[in-house]
């Protein structure tokens, strides 16, 4: 999404599965649980390394990691170890389909997920749905959405954006063109055509096709879209405005959003902090602190969260 890839779990060097299983097995086994070598190890490795170590767990002790850990663990920890166990388009495929079943859809989880990701990104998550849920994701959430809405999250889904298409300077003035005689240049607004540039359009074309945007109207897209588009259309045409300039700065307001207020959403921080642990969380951490005067890490310190569950958190934070 955003050239900013900035980490803060790499993996460790002189990696071995075996050992990490053994310490793990260890640290679960008998009266207690050892929760710090539990976190001190999962927090520090890449998924890839948590799934050779998941194997290795298998192959040593016949169990299920997992399941180990389930028995073992309790709480918004466990939530958070159990989500580092998880490869990453499966754990995202399970909060999509969290948001979806049962009274009322999260509609911000489909769009933080969906509206934020690069076309390899979805195409994979896409695929793990179809093989986790026996259903197409497409199909799954056009049940559950409406409208303009729907039919944006279901060209993002199927594959519409155009990543292989160069960056061109004349195509992205008549870009430009066509969303401003679509929105603030007539009565009413045309969202089809917000929804079939925004959906279909590179994010480095789309960068070229804002700033045309605001040379031909003296405004940002962004207060384009707020002043003409309304409801969950806005939010998702918003979050892709927003990560294409700067990602790490949208999933730092979520962040914000999720500990402010009466009760933290523990879900969106922990999803947000472990699904963006291995690509860009360095970079959120450091629009946080420009954006808030606070770093990331003293918020959750100082939020409602606790004991393993805090500990993990900050752990996955990285140094300050």
Same mark, same amino acid.
Not at 87 to 101: Q, S
Not at 210 to 228: D, H, M, P, V
Not at 307 to 315: H, I, M, N, P
């Given at each position: 999404?955003? *050239?900013?890839? @900035?980490? +803060?779990?790499?993996? #460790?060097?002189?990696? /071995?599965?075996? @050992?990490?299983?053994?310490?793990?097995?260890?640290?679960?086994?008998?009266?207690?649980? &050892?929760?710090?070598?539990?976190? $001190?190890?999962?927090?520090?490795?890449?998924? @890839?390394?948590?799934?050779?170590?998941?194997?290795?767990? +298998?192959?040593?002790?016949?169990?299920?990691?997992?399941?180990?850990?389930?028995?073992?663990? =309790?709480?918004?920890?466990? $939530? #958070?170890?159990?989500?580092?166990?998880?490869?990453?388009?499966?754990?995202?495929?399970?909060?999509?389909? /969290?948001?979806?079943?049962?009274?009322?859809?999260?509609?911000?989880?489909?769009?933080?997920?969906?509206?934020?990701?690069?076309?390899?990104?979805?195409?994979?998550?896409?695929?793990?749905?179809?093989?986790?849920?026996?259903? *197409?994701?497409?199909?799954?959430?056009?049940?559950?959405?409406?409208? $303009?809405?729907?039919?944006? %999250?279901?060209?993002?889904?199927?594959?519409?954006?155009?990543? @292989?298409?160069?960056?061109? *300077?004349?195509?992205?003035?008549?870009?430009?063109?066509? %969303?401003?005689?679509?929105?603030?240049?007539? !009565? =009413?607004?045309?969202?089809?055509?917000?929804?079939?540039?925004?959906?279909?359009?590179?994010?480095?074309? %789309?960068?070229?096709?804002?700033?045309?945007?605001?040379?031909?109207?003296?405004?940002?897209?962004?207060?384009?879209?707020?002043?003409? #588009?309304?409801?969950?259309?806005?939010?998702?045409?918003?979050?892709?405005?927003?990560?294409?300039?700067?990602?790490?700065? !949208?999933?730092?307001?979520?962040?914000?959003?999720?500990?402010?207020?009466? =009760?933290?959403?523990?879900?969106?921080?922990?999803?947000?902090?472990?699904?963006?642990?291995?690509? &860009?969380?360095?970079?959120?951490? +450091?629009?946080?602190?420009?954006?808030?005067?606070?770093?990331?890490?003293?918020?959750?310190?100082? =939020?409602?969260?606790?004991?393993?569950?805090?500990?993990?958190?900050?752990?996955? %934070?990285?140094?300050?």
């Amino acid at each position: 999404m955003s *050239p900013m890839r @900035e980490p +803060t779990v790499v993996g #460790v060097p002189n990696f /071995n599965a075996a @050992e990490d299983a053994a310490a793990l097995r260890g640290a679960m086994k008998g009266l207690g649980t &050892d929760e710090q070598t539990i976190i $001190d190890i999962l927090t520090s490795r890449s998924n @890839e390394q948590r799934q050779a170590i998941s194997k290795a767990f +298998t192959h040593e002790y016949g169990r299920d990691i997992i399941e180990d850990l389930k028995s073992e663990l =309790g709480g918004h920890f466990e $939530d #958070v170890i159990i989500a580092l166990m998880m490869p990453p388009a499966e754990y995202l495929c399970r909060e999509l389909n /969290n948001c979806m079943e049962g009274l009322g859809t999260d509609e911000d989880v489909l769009v933080e997920i969906l509206c934020t990701r690069t076309k390899p990104e979805i195409a994979e998550i896409v695929d793990t749905y179809e093989k986790l849920y026996n259903r *197409p994701l497409a199909e799954h959430m056009c049940s559950e959405t409406t409208g $303009d809405f729907r039919r944006l %999250l279901t060209l993002i889904v199927t594959g519409a954006r155009d990543e @292989e298409a160069g960056v061109d *300077p004349a195509r992205a003035a008549d870009a430009a063109q066509q %969303l401003y005689d679509a929105g603030e240049a007539k !009565w =009413g607004t045309d969202e089809e055509i917000f929804n079939k540039i925004l959906a279909h359009e590179s994010f480095a074309q %789309l960068r070229l096709i804002f700033e045309e945007y605001k040379n031909l109207s003296g405004r940002t897209i962004e207060q384009a879209i707020k002043a003409e #588009v309304g409801g969950e259309l806005k939010e998702a045409l918003s979050a892709i405005v927003e990560c294409v300039e700067n990602s790490a700065a !949208w999933f730092a307001t979520r962040l914000r959003a999720a500990m402010q207020g009466l =009760g933290a959403d523990d879900r969106t921080l922990i999803r947000i902090i472990v699904s963006r642990s291995e690509i &860009d969380l360095g970079a959120i951490k +450091t629009e946080y602190e420009r954006l808030y005067d606070k770093t990331l890490e003293s918020e959750v310190r100082q =939020g409602e969260t606790s004991g393993d569950y805090k500990r993990a958190l900050v752990a996955l %934070l990285g140094p300050a």
